[in-house]
């Protein structure tokens, strides 16, 4: 049985976390929050039938949203929950940033510039393109990878923080990130 | 000018720097498996083992100051080369 005021905190971390960084899935927040996962679960069902929170499954993942965004003052809009949840997972993230910031790439480009193998790329930008977030144009050699709506991509990075890195996740950058 | 506590605590300071490097790398390398993570844990597992054996063989082995010197030697070249290597693979 849980204590009630210790119920009460984790129902309150959670909701906070969630109003934080809506599109963050089940098992990041447990993650961070240190919740048990069947008490996460029971928690989320409990704030969803409140209508606190609205839980939907995308990619084989539960992603978790406020009912009411305080970025937006009002329910997220479909396509924004599409990107959010998108923009929680590293390599997707790194993709839609690198697509943002330099615009329309080649595959190849791509794959050294957010340092993932040949398969892992071939598997997000299909996944990616079959949700409508990134288009591929042209054949072979001069195959161009870009988004459909950078301008959402835009909004989503200025609305919505990034979830914060922990020690391992710095500690995984700064190794990743040494060229020879 | 006695050193001796100093290089107790010195060593000591290795071993846990060591230990929590590893710790880290460790979970790192769970969090994105590479070669290179690996490396970086297996230097640290290194610098965790000098730590240890040194200040064993300082403390309570009372080993001789060649002995110990050579064994941090060893130890840091080989960490080094370690690190090295992981910087040239992905």
Known sequence: MIPGNRAGTWAEALLTFVQRYPGVHLREIRRRLGIPIGTLDYHLYRL????????????????????????????????????????????????LLQLYLDGPSSPVALGDAIATTGPNLAYFLRRLESMGVLAREGQGSHRLVRLTDPKAVHEVLLLYPPLPESVVDRFVRFWSELHP | ?????????????????????????????????????????????????????????????????????????VFEAVALVVLFVATLVR
């Open chain 1, 48 to 95: 969803g039938r409140e209508g606190l929170i609205a839980v939907r499954f995308q990619g084989g993942y539960k992603c978790c949203y406020p009912a009411v965004s305080d970025a937006e003052k009002a329910p997220i809009p479909e396509p924004k929950k599409l990107l959010l949840a998108l923009l929680r997972h590293p390599v997707p993230r790194a993709l």
């Open chain 2, 1 to 73: 000018m006695d050193f001796s506590t100093l290089t107790n605590v010195a060593f000591g300071g290795i071993a846990l720097l060591g230990v929590v490097l590893l710790g880290l790398g460790l979970l790192a390398l769970r969090r994105a498996p590479s070669p290179r993570l690996g490396l970086a844990a297996a230097a640290f597992a290194l610098v965790a083992v000098e730590g240890t054996l040194v200040g064993y063989g300082l403390i309570v082995g009372g080993w001789d100051a060649v002995t110990l010197l050579f064994l941090t030697a």
